[in-house]
Structures are given as structure tokens and as C-alpha cells.
């Protein structure tokens, strides 16, 4: 029997990455040593008092059974708690916080409780492809915001257009930003806000990197803005804040109806979080921070050594305020395909190809802060044997 998959997969966009997975898997097998600056996953562990409260929670037998689809109060409370001192943004834990299985389930679920066939949505580009993935599923429509580098790589707001402003749903944002590492003041946010209320559009902030800003930045939350809870809502993410990608624990807060869509669409799908999780997400929120501070430092330690070293070989590279990623322009004369193909093969190490991540990516490749400083040393170190044709 020829087995048919549905047409929603067939919509996604094509996999821009498989051709340079088969050249690094053909380098691994002839035992070359690969530095992999693709990935944007810490490098770095789970801090120990979130992992004792792991521990604690798994011995508890009550933690085996089901999860509460809404988790528990404890970490709805501590979540609010840590949004009003971190944002001063005030939470209703009972109805505008909802756990997730990490952020990228919300994203990839928010589009199954807002948006029907047909329904427009703005979709950043580049972009972390979840956005554009979860509207193709629901059978939305995307339609890019380009992220341009004369725009500070913000949506151009006037360049929407008023057929398509009026005819979308939901706009998805997401500051600091993944890929671009751009970063934006609380006034952007205000006008997305109040040219969203206008359009009637619902807004899905992403902030997944708050915590992680360079030389004092604090980024702002999308909720700070006046008016933004009336159409909008934030996922958060204790993935890249506390070194815990794997452990699958993220927040959506906002809106109330949009919170009580998102959750009536998971409680059909999943079965809440392992409450061993959760307890370990309440010691996280609610424990000491001030390895952050560390965790920081090292971040900016490898983004000044990154790009202190690719300037001095000629690249044009803006240092980061924010992410654990640098965004860098290529050569002249390489796409970025071409480029990320080039620096596998000629020099072992790997980037991603911004045009993976949206054709308004091109010209860029992505590097990430997530290796040691001696792997980055190294990097540059291969890098210096490349003439690239940098004037
Ligand atoms: C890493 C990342 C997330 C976080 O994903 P989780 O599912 O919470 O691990 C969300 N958005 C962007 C842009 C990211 O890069």
C-alpha cells in the first residue's frame, strides 16, 4: 500500500539543511574534527539546586501520576512571581499563566486555537521556522515580515500594507531575536501594540532570550507595553535562562482568552508536565540567580572573542546585545549556502545558512556562542587559512 502524507507536510518549506547534514555526517565518518557552531543549545549544565529539586520531586510518588493540563499552582504562582519582578508585569497565575512542554510546543500549538483555514498570518523572516510550521498546520496562510538590516531588523510596520494588515489574524515578534540577535526598546513594542489593536491583529511575542543580554541590556517584555494583554501574549522559556533545553518547560502569559484557546487545545493533546519538572521550574524561577550573572559573562567573553577575531580577518560583524548567536554578513560574492558549504569543507566548522531560516536571511550565516573559548580560538584559527576575498 503507497502510504499518502498529508498535504499540511507537504506545505512545509523545504528542508534547506540536508545537504549540509550529509557532508558533515561523510566528515565525521573520515574522523575529521568538526567545531559545530550550528546549534544554539548551551553548552553549559543545569545549575545543581535545580537538578537536587529534580531529584526531590521524582522520589515523590504523587509526581508519577498524570500532571494537572494547567500545572501546578506553585509554578503558575512562581512564574507570575518572577514576571512582576523581573518586568514589573502583574499575572493573574489562575488565568494568564499556562505551562507548556517547552516554548516551541505553544508556538506550534497557539496557531491550532487562533487561526482557521485561510486566516493570514505575519510570520518574521528569517525566523526559528516553528512560527511558519504551527500556521501551515492550522492551515493558516504565513506572509513574511522581512527582517532587514536598514530596519535594525525590526517588521517595518508601514510595509505591512492595509489589504494585508487587515486581513491577518495574528503577527508572531520575537525579541531578542534569533537569528539576527537584534534587540528592540519597549517604544517598538508599544507601536506594535497600538498598530495591532488598530488591525485587530493578535500578537504572539516570543522572549525566548530576555535573560540572556550583553554589557547591562535588559530586554523589555512584550506585556510591558500599555495595552498589550487587550490582543497579545508572550511565551517564555526556561530553556536558554537556566541551561535547561532539554528538560521541556516554557510559559505562555497574556491574554486571558487566548491563554484558556491554547490550553483547551493541549489539554486534547497532551497531559501536562512531569510534576518532577515543574517542582525543579519552581526551584528555578524562585532560587538564586546569580549564576546568570556567570553565564552571561562567559557568553560575552566568546562573542568578544568570535568577533573580535572575524574583524580582524576582515569579516563585518556587529557584536550581539543579545542571544548567544552572532549574525554575520557573508563575503562578497558568497550566498550563504555556498559559504556555510565552504566553511564545513574547507575549514571543519559549522554555521548555519541564514537563508535556511528564511529567504530574507540570505547574505547572512548564524554562528553560535554555545562552544568553549578554546573551540573558538580554533575556529578562528581555520578561518585564518581561508582567503574569503575580504578587502
Ligand atoms: C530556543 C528558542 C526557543 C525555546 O524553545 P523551547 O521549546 O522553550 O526550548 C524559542 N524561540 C526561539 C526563537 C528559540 O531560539
Redesign the pocket.
Known amino acids: 500500500m503507497k502510504i499518502e502524507i498529508a498535504e499540511r507536510l507537504k506545505k512545509l518549506p523545504p528542508y534547506l539543511f540536508a545537504e549540509i547534514d550529509r557532508v558533515k555526517r561523510e566528515l565525521l565518518a573520515e574522523g575529521k574534527k568538526l567545531i559545530d557552531l550550528g546549534v ?2 548551551p553548552d553549559q549544565p543545569t545549575p545543581s539546586h535545580i537538578i537536587r529539586a529534580l531529584e526531590r520531586g521524582a522520589k515523590n510518588p504523587s509526581s508519577h501520576r498524570y500532571a494537572l493540563d494547567f500545572g501546578m499552582g506553585e509554578l503558575r504562582e512562581a512564574v507570575a512571581a518572577w514576571y512582576k519582578s523581573r518586568f514589573e508585569v502583574e499575572l493573574d497565575p489562575d488565568r494568564e499563566v499556562l505551562p ?6 505553544g ?1 506550534a500549538n497557539i496557531s491550532l486555537a487562533l487561526i482557521n483555514p485561510g486566516d493570514t498570518v505575519l510570520v518574521p523572516n528569517p ?2 521556522p ?1 512560527y511558519q510550521a504551527g500556521a501551515i498546520f492550522a492551515g493558516g496562510d504565513p506572509v513574511p515580515m522581512p527582517l532587514l538590516k536598514n530596519n535594525g531588523f525590526l517588521p517595518d510596520l508601514d510595509a505591512i500594507g492595509e489589504k494585508t494588515a487587515s486581513k491577518a489574524k495574528m503577527m508572531f515578534l ?1 525579541y531578542p ?2 537569528p539576527t540577535t537584534a534587540v528592540c526598546e519597549l517604544e517598538y513594542f508599544r507601536q506594535v501594540a497600538d498598530f495591532c489593536r488598530k488591525q485587530g491583529i493578535i500578537v504572539c511575542h ?1 522572549a ?2 530576555t535573560e540572556l543580554a550583553f554589557d547591562g541590556f535588559r530586554p523589555p517584555s512584550f506585556l510591558q507595553a500599555v495595552g498589550a494583554r487587550e490582543m497579545g501574549m508572550e ?1 517564555h ?4 535562562t537556566y541551561n ?2 532539554g528538560w ?3 510559559f505562555a502569559l497574556g491574554n486571558e482568552e487566548i491563554i484558556r484557546g491554547l490550553s483547551q487545545v493541549k489539554s486534547n493533546i497532551d497531559s501536562g508536565i512531569f510534576r518532577a519538572v515543574q517542582i525543579a521550574a519552581i526551584e528555578a524561577l524562585n532560587g538564586p540567580q546569580d549564576f546568570r550573572n556567570d553565564m552571561i559573562e562567559l557568553y560575552q567573553k566568546r562573542r568578544d572573542l568570535l568577533v573580535g577575531g572575524l574583524n580582524s580577518l576582515g569579516w563585518k560583524v556587529e557584536k550581539p546585545k543579545a ?1 548567544f548567536f552572532v549574525w554575520c554578513a557573508n563575503p562578497p560574492g558568497y550566498d550563504s549556502a555556498a559559504l556555510t558549504g565552504l566553511l564545513l569543507e574547507k575549514a571543519g566548522i559549522v554555521t548555519t545558512p541564514g537563508v535556511g531560516l528564511g529567504r530574507y536571511g540570505e547574505g547572512y550565516i548564524r554562528m553560535a556562542l554555545t562552544r568553549s573559548e578554546e573551540e573558538i580560538a580554533a575556529a578562528l584559527e581555520r578561518l585564518s587559512a581561508l582567503d574569503l576575498g575580504w578587502d
Open positions: 544554539g543549545d507548556l512542554l517547552g516554548s516551541k510546543e508556538i525566523a526559528y516553528v520575537n531575536n534569533n516570543d525566548a532570550y511565551f522559556s526556561l530553556s536558554k535547561m533545553t521541556r518547560v516554557g542571544t
